[in-house]
């Protein structure tokens, strides 16, 4: 078997029982935002899991109150000459590269994948989940994706997936406005497939992981890939002109904005800029 336990180094725990892997997002803290190494570690257990004999299912969860409150705004942003928090300074098309491997490695993982949505899941947290095969979402759980909040275009995985389990329509609506979606409203639209009470949450998931690790393998993982294929062609449609458009935004002074009354606690004022 696969050491996992490397993991805990970006606050990523990893435990593997009868042959389910279960993967947690560790920074309670901070709702589980993605923090330096998360966004690599979980890329790497997925492919390590792929490859792992030992594993044949994968669950996916956060640890206290939250599943992913997405990027950390908070630890993203830093004190500029006059005291006010902005941006830090970052590498012209660095965008274009990490989330589209962390799209490719969901769509290539033969393993299925099961999100077990324990809290709020926002942003790339919503996208951690959404990309998963199989979600399973607490009924005190909201989920949202809030990129335009910060004054960003959900490119790096949210204007790809959210059309395909909700429709083009559904998904602007929900898209533009940033809105949050309680699990009534979220179960309602088909965003995810079961909604369940908290405290039988890691069982329901697990249970159905034990369903699929003792079925047909083969059967099972290349059923699974057959379907991703029409998530590959939106991919090859949207991923790159997506993820543009999020780094023409990342930057603007409408994001810069934001990250300001983000730190500050205040409402921001946009000016499309």
Not at 82 to 99: E, N
Not at 126 to 139: E, G
Not at 189 to 213: H, W, Y
């Amino acid at each position: 078997m696969s050491d996992y336990s490397k993991f805990a180094n970006v606050n990523i725990l990893v435990e593997v029982k009868d042959r389910i892997a279960t993967v947690t997002l560790n920074r309670p803290d901070r709702l589980n935002a993605i923090g330096p190494g998360m966004e690599d570690g979980w890329r790497e257990i997925l492919r390590t899991a792929n490859e792992d004999p030992e594993v044949g299912a994968v669950i996916i969860t956060g640890a206290g109150r939250g599943f992913c409150s997405g990027g950390d705004l908070g630890g993203m942003s830093q004190q500029g000459s006059k005291g006010q928090a902005v941006p830090p300074p970052r590498r012209m098309g660095s965008l274009l590269q990490g989330p589209k491997y962390l799209i490719q490695d969901y769509l290539n993982c033969e393993v299925p994948i099961i999100a077990a949505v324990n809290g709020p899941a926002a942003g790339l947290g919503a996208t951690l989940a959404l990309m998963c095969d199989v979600i399973f979402m607490a009924d005190v759980a909201r989920i949202g994706d809030t990129h335009v909040r910060a004054g960003l275009v959900a490119g790096d995985g949210g204007a790809l997936i959210w059309p395909h389990l909700v429709g083009p329509h559904r998904a602007k609506e929900l898209l533009m406005s940033g809105r949050l979606i309680d699990a009534q409203e979220a179960d309602k639209i088909g965003l995810v497939n079961r909604v369940v009470p908290l405290d039988s949450l890691m069982q329901e998931a697990t249970d159905f992981a034990k369903e699929l690790v003792n079925g047909p393998p083969l059967a099972i993982r290349w059923t699974k890939l057959t379907i991703n294929r029409i998530l590959w062609q939106t991919y090859h449609s949207v991923m790159d002109f997506g993820l543009a458009m999020e780094d023409m935004t990342m930057g603007s002074e409408d994001n810069k904005e934001a990250a300001r009354a983000f730190v500050e606690r205040r409402t921001p004022t946009f000016t499309g800029r």
